[in-house]
């Protein structure tokens, strides 16, 4: 690596320094980052009811951190701050950054943030006693798991009743709760204060973003990370292969925080949309061990039908827990789901972790095909956010809702389980993870 004249700035070749680590997102977060919508291409004639998904989705995350909020200019913001007050959000735990994007989808076109420390932090005993100090001081703000709140809020049940009736945050065992903090330790007011004050041993990983290798208006997008980075006055890396910069998704990866990542070969290795031509198997595992802290890559086949990323592990299957994932399935055989996903759950089955463990693998089921404009979405359960205190869940007026909330539920008993009505965000082919970045606490 070498730095460059910017003093926040280092470029990245492979081999990196070994201490970086990319916190599992359950971990404590210092904000999450999301950006105002506003390209309407996104949402062919279905705009309207875009805003409001995202008051919502924000509303929900400002009682729990801080939000960090990129709005296009000084009208964006007055539309945002309108709607967020007539819906009750805590605008002082939202922070407005006018910084002007192509679309919203910042999990893929925002930086990724990593921990810098000793040589030792990757050591897996390490992190496990940093994250459990950080987990007993949030268990002693847990959050009753019975109030799930705002269930089915754009969206009632068919049948008039409170989808949330049915839901129970009951496990009689531990689930290591330890890495399961909630609302952050940190006054709202003092949130605001350290939103411009540099964030302990943050890093900010800036891969290279090109629309997902398929459209043609990103020029703005590449600047966001390095926006983040200097907000969040974290060093910003930009990690190359070849002495060229990396294109990587945030949301072709997901990580437990201990040393295993989960992503797809339709994704990575595909040379349909292919982000990387000079890239193979080897050199993405070397990528995900020298920047993730994650030596151990677990490689799913197949991505949903109607996924414009083709491939985004996101959509499919999700770390909950250190040896624990979630994966959705599709029971019925004719549909187009049912061997990527069936085969997907193979390889899990079959996968171990960093330690060479075998993974607790839990099912979660897919919703009815969503259709709109004859054109099947990318509509998946797997595509929730976790923060401090809250799992925001998408849902789509689906009989399968319930089952997918209820699962989670016990999975999270610490963190309430808020659904987010998402049949017509879905229509711009992403949902609540696709927008979202976690920044966590330093």
């Not at 679309?103 to 420390?117: A, H, K, M, P, T």
């Not at 008993?413 to 879905?426: C, H, K, M, Q, T």
Request: aromatic share 6%.
């Amino acid at each position: 690596m070498h730095r460059s004249d910017d003093s926040n700035l280092v470029v990245g070749t492979t081999p990196a320094p070994i201490n970086h680590r990319m916190p599992a997102e359950w971990e404590p977060h210092a904000a999450t980052w999301l950006a105002w919508p506003h390209y309407q291409g996104d949402w062919p004639g279905k705009f309207e009811p875009i805003p409001w998904v995202y008051t919502e989705i924000i509303r929900n995350l400002a009682r729990h951190e801080r939000v960090e909020l990129i709005v296009n200019n000084a009208a964006a913001e007055k539309q945002a701050r309108k709607l967020l007050e007539r819906s009750n959000a805590l605008l002082k735990n939202i922070q407005f950054h006018r910084w002007p994007t192509n679309r919203s989808w910042l999990r893929d076109s925002g930086c990724i943030f990593v921990e810098q420390g000793s040589d030792d932090l990757r050591s897996s005993e390490v992190i496990r006693e940093r994250a459990q100090h950080r987990g007993r001081a949030a268990l002693q703000r847990r959050v009753s798991p019975s109030k799930l709140h705002g269930a089915l809020a754009l969206a009632p049940d068919r049948e008039g009743r409170d989808p949330s009736a049915s839901l129970r945050a009951s496990l009689s065992r531990a689930v290591d709760d330890s890495y399961q903090g909630t609302a952050s330790a940190v006054p709202p007011d003092d949130k605001r204060k350290r939103a411009l004050a540099p964030e302990g041993n943050l890093q900010a990983l800036t891969f290279r973003f090109n629309a997902w290798a398929k459209y043609s208006n990103h020029g703005l997008d590449q600047k966001i990370g390095t926006l983040m980075s200097q907000a969040a006055r974290s060093q910003q890396i930009l990690p190359q292969h070849d002495n060229t910069r990396v294109v990587l998704e945030g949301g072709s990866i997901d990580v437990n925080g201990q040393g295993t990542v989960l992503t797809t070969e339709e994704c990575l290795l595909s040379k349909i949309q292919q982000r990387n031509p000079t890239m193979q198997r080897k050199d993405y595992e070397k990528l995900f061990a020298n920047y993730l802290g994650a030596p151990h890559t677990i490689w799913l086949g197949k991505g949903i039908a109607g996924d414009d990323t083709h491939g985004h592990v996101d959509d499919l299957t999700r770390f909950v827990r250190q040896d624990t994932v979630v994966t959705v399935v599709e029971k019925n055989r004719k549909d187009i789901n049912h061997k990527p996903l069936t085969d997907n759950l193979r390889r899990l089955k079959s996968a171990t972790d960093q330690a060479g463990k075998p993974l607790n693998v839990i099912e979660l089921p897919m919703p009815k095909p969503v259709i709109f404009e004859q054109r099947r979405l990318p509509a998946s359960y797997a595509n929730f956010y976790i923060a401090n205190g809250v799992v925001l869940v998408p849902v789509f007026n689906d009989a399968n809702d319930r089952e997918a909330l209820n699962t989670l539920s016990e999975i999270f008993p610490a963190r309430e389980i808020v659904p987010i009505y998402s049949g017509d965000l879905i229509w711009g082919l992403g949902t609540l993870h696709c927008m979202t970045q976690q920044q966590p606490s330093p």
